[in-house]
């Protein structure tokens, strides 16, 4: 019993981060040299399903805490996040027009049947509606975030006209012990790692980029350029400094686990530990990553945007720069809905391809090649879509100490 709480204490004292990298590099490993022991991917299921079951309930009782507990001064800094959340994705959707535009790419269309997809805007639009107004039970048995937000604030709020303070820190006390139980969660995250690492090696090797590598570049491309640029410099229009510290940490301690996960939504509680060790107001990142995770979707944007240039490249469509630029702005609210969307971004797809008169059967066949590059294509998004919900929580909160000292 003592050898192992030696052992576990060193495990636990040891960099996460490192760990974390030792959990990737055994998962490479062992994928190339013994992709038979199919086993070892049980152990990324498992990590990403306790993270898919915790995060829900999390962010339902941080809400609701953070809403009942503060007393003002939140207005400003949301409708600032908010604003660098719908800006950042609208550039990105530009930047894959651009992209597009300056590199086309044409895909192999075949007869490849996949699952039905939303038909109109005004589909995704009234899903959104629909989840947010769903049973507040279901919408956390769910896993459904935009009935979780919108729920735990009118919870929130009625705590806050309605309960004693005792009842308000009894719900405080109750977040701060989920808190504790996703912490015990994330110290497994190299095991994670290393299963999913080891699934991604064995079952796609090293041909997933021979294949359709020019496509992949392209998204990948346009993603980086998102992250590493524009995202910077949003960012420091608004803090006028440096931002690159700030975003070099969250694609480190966020962006990485969230390559790997490829999912927002086990994500989550990591980035809001992220924001705890910067710093940032409780109150404030408690709504404002969930909030992310639901309407900051970059990577979502630029995905949506090269694959239906792609599907007109490819069979013929003639596409004016004013008409691809329109298709970035439905591509940006689409995107904002993709969490809503069973698959993601990828069927969202065939809706920006109706509004350049590209039939389903088509644009659905881009889609199953979307899901044969989901290996990479949908790790690279996760990973920008969920550390930009960090990077862009500090700068509003960053602009918000500015201002008070200026003041």
């Known amino acids: ?33 013994v992709p038979e022991w199919e086993g070892i991917a049980i152990l990324g299921q498992v990590f990403v399903s306790s993270l898919k079951a915790i995060a829900p309930l999390l962010v339902a009782v941080l809400v609701m805490s953070s809403i009942a507990k503060t007393r003002s001064g939140l207005g400003p ?19 894959a027009v651009t992209g597009s535009m300056l590199f ?16 109109t805007l005004k589909d995704v639009f009234t899903n ?21 937000l ?6 929130g709020l009625a705590l806050k006209k309605k309960a004693s303070e005792q009842t308000i820190n009894m719900v405080h006390d109750f977040a701060e012990v989920v808190s504790q139980a996703v912490k015990w969660v994330i110290q497994f995250a190299p095991f994670g790692i290393l299963g999913l690492v080891f699934n991604s090696v064995s079952e796609s090797g090293l041909e997933v980029f021979t294949t359709y590598g020019h496509l992949l570049l392209l998204l990948v491309g346009c993603m980086a350029t998102n992250a590493l640029v524009t995202n910077p410099l949003l960012s420091f229009l608004i803090i006028r400094r ?8 969250c694609l480190k301690e966020s962006g990485l686990n969230a390559f790997f996960t490829r999912s927002s939504a086990a994500n989550i509680p990591i980035n809001l530990n992220l924001c705890k060790k910067l710093g940032i107001d409780e109150d404030f990142y408690s709504v404002s990553i969930p909030l992310g995770a639901t309407i900051n979707m970059n990577g979502a944007a630029v995905t949506i945007t090269v694959m239906t240039l792609a599907v007109a490249h490819t069979i013929g469509v003639e596409v004016s ?56 294509q949908d790790s690279v998004e996760t990973a920008l879509n969920s550390s930009g919900d ?18």
């Open 77 to 95: 800094r949301f409708r600032m996040v908010i604003s660098e959340y719908l800006a950042s994705t609208l550039i990105a959707a530009l930047l």
């Open 321 to 376: 720069f004013m008409s691809a630029v329109f298709l970035g702005v439905i591509a940006t609210l689409g995107a904002c809905g993709a969490s809503g969307v069973a698959g993601g971004s990828l069927l969202l797809v065939p809706l920006a391809c109706s509004f350049l008169g590209i039939g389903n059967d088509v644009a659905m066949q881009a889609v199953a090649i979307g899901f044969i590059i989901g290996v990479v």
């Open 104 to 119: 086309p790419v044409t895909l192999d269309l075949q007869d490849i049947a996949v699952n039905e997809a939303p038909g």
């Open 242 to 249: 440096n931002p690159y510290p700030l975003l070099f940490n």
């Open 1 to 33: 019993m003592k050898i192992f709480k030696t052992i576990l204490r060193r495990w636990t004292q040891t960099s996460l981060m490192l760990r974390i990298l030792i959990g990737l590099l055994i998962g490479v490993a062992l994928g190339l040299l």
């Open 150 to 155: 919108f729920w735990s604030i009118i919870f």
């Open 390 to 407: 960090v990077f862009f929580t500090a700068t509003a909160e960053y602009h918000s100490k500015m201002k008070q000292k200026d003041s």
């Open 128 to 148: 959104l509606l629909t989840n947010m107004v769903s049973n507040p039970l279901m919408s956390t048995s769910n896993a459904n975030y935009i009935g979780i």
